[in-house]
């Protein structure tokens, strides 16, 4: 675990105590976009076009943030143009690494074995953490785009012409509630779970994780009224909830400490995540195995002897209730 100063990796945890104990989260720093037509992203972001074969993503198949990206990668139907290698479980002193023996796939595209080679392929001064998801343009040979939030929007809609899916996660009418909902969710469910995690004070532990059930609360109760979070329209904001709730019972409660209620607790949420889990598409995303290895094998900051646990046991087949609230399912561009 570490990042990169000028190029050179440094095995390092995250600095917890130059912020009172809080875990900061570094803002991406590659954001380049793709785009249909290769004209700029929607903030003015260089943008390369979209082509078959040109790109390929990184991802941990353990990871939240890279699973997002994995799931519209699927249901946009980008299998074919958009490749995929999958880093180890294990994030240890070199960080990720595509080591086959450990569960990774292999890096087929650039051969390297530690995923931080390819932050300073792509600029070998590079200074900053090496996430996944990050996404790789075989034509320039760098990685273009290491924000997930960013990868989402792109999937859902540079690649159509191209594959003619038009399933729209973003329409235009449910923007303003997408923004509102995923800005909660990202501070305080998302990013939350982390924060509470790492906290190394009892007073910011406790904080983030009020703020994290208050969260939990407000969904609760959101989605006693309406099916998805937008409401009758399945949208990125259900996805992005998606891939921490499916990770809170197996890892989150026990391991960050994140242990008021179980998802399994909540009759809403529980539901809610069955029938996502259920969608077409979704369920073979998910590898229990690699997020339970990664998150109890790697911080051995808070699980010094690295035991994985067998449990829970989860049931995610058995049948939603969701039904009984008005559904449209995923929108789809005229
Ligand atoms: N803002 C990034 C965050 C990605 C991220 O933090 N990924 C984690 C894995 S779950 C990671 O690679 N962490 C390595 C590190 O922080 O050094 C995104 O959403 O794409």
């Known amino acids: 675990m570490g990042l990169l100063v000028n190029g050179e990796w440094q095995d390092k945890w995250y600095d917890t105590q130059s912020h009172g104990g809080e875990?900061?989260?570094?803002?991406?720093?590659?954001?380049?976009?793709?785009t249909a037509d290769g004209g700029p992203g929607p903030d003015g972001q260089p943008g390369v076009r979209a082509e078959a074969g040109r790109f390929h993503l990184y991802v941990s198949l353990a990871c939240p943030w890279a699973h997002r990206a994995l799931i519209m990668r699927k249901l946009k139907g980008l299998d074919t143009l958009i490749g995929v290698s999958h880093t180890s479980p294990l994030m240890l002193d070199q960080g990720w690494s595509y080591h086959r023996d450990e569960g990774a796939s292999g890096d087929a595209i650039n051969g390297v074995e530690y995923h931080h080679q390819l932050y300073t392929l792509t600029d070998p001064r590079y200074t900053g953490r090496v996430t996944?998801?990050?996404?790789?343009?075989?034509?320039?040979?760098?990685i273009l785009n290491n924000e997930s939030a960013e990868l989402v929007r792109m999937f859902d809609s540079?690649?159509?012409?191209l594959t003619g899916n038009r399933l729209e996660f973003y329409p235009?009418?449910?923007?303003?509630?997408?923004?509102a909902v995923n800005a909660d969710v990202y501070d305080n469910v998302n990013n939350g779970v982390y924060k509470t995690g790492f906290a190394t004070e009892q007073s910011v532990y406790e904080k983030h994780y009020e703020a994290l059930f208050a969260c939990l609360d407000r969904l609760e109760a959101r989605?006693?009224?309406?099916?998805?979070?937008?409401?009758?329209?399945?949208?990125?904001?259900?996805?992005?909830?998606?891939?921490?709730l499916i990770r809170f019972d197996a890892v989150y409660f026990g391991h960050f400490k994140c242990?008021?209620?179980?998802?399994?607790?909540?009759?809403?949420?529980?539901?809610?995540?069955?029938?996502?889990?259920?969608?077409?598409g979704i369920a073979e995303t998910v590898d229990f195995d690699h997020i339970k290895r990664h998150y109890y094998y790697s911080h051995d900051t808070i699980n010094p002897?690295?035991?994985v646990p067998r449990g829970p046991q989860l049931d995610l087949e058995r049948p939603h209730d969701r039904g009984r609230l008005e559904g449209h399912g995923i929108r789809e561009r005229d």
């Open 305 to 307: 002897t690295r035991i």
């Open 259 to 280: 242990n008021r209620r179980r998802i399994e607790d909540y009759p809403q949420l529980a539901n809610y995540l069955r029938e996502l889990y259920q969608w077409p």
């Open 172 to 179: 235009e009418d449910l923007r303003e509630a997408i923004d």
């Open 223 to 244: 989605l006693a009224e309406q099916r998805y979070l937008a409401g009758a329209w399945l949208t990125e904001a259900d996805i992005r909830l998606f891939t921490t």
């Open 23 to 34: 875990f900061v989260r570094e803002s991406a720093k590659l954001r380049d976009w793709v």
């Open 158 to 161: 540079a690649f159509d012409g």
């Open 132 to 142: 996944v998801p990050a996404l790789w343009d075989k034509q320039q040979g760098r």
